[in-house]
Structure formats: structure tokens, C-alpha cells
């Protein structure tokens, strides 16, 4: 199953772009664009990176719900 997220709301808030959060996180555009569809999950590092962009805990931008 997929990691949920919240990624896109997240960076509405901020007002940044893919491309933007990726060059702040150290990964390109298309792998931000592969986790906000949730086709791609995120090491565990990348989503701390993530997480720290918005000053948020790693649960409030992804969400794991087991089946």
C-alpha cells in the first residue's frame, strides 16, 4: 500500500513549486511529483527533509493506514 500524503497542501502553504521544494530537499521535481500521487514513497530520510520544510511532524504531511 502506498504512503498517503498531504504534500500538495503543504506546499500551497508555503508557495513553492515542485521544482522549488525539491531543489530544498535535495531531490528533483518529478520525484516530489511521484510522491504527491502517491506512486512513489519517500525514504525515511527525505520525508524528515520534507517534514522540516514545513516545520511539521513526518505524520502530519504523511500518513501510513495499514489495511
Known sequence: MPLKNRLK?????????QS????????SRQTISQ???GDYSPSVTLAIKIARCF???????FIYEED
Open 9 to 17: 497542501e503543504y506546499r500551497a502553504r508555503i508557495n513553492v513549486n
Open 20 to 27: 522549488e521544494l525539491g531543489s530544498m530537499v535535495g531531490a
Open 35 to 37: 510522491i504527491e500521487r
Open 55 to 61: 516545520d511539521v511532524p513526518v505524520e502530519e504531511v
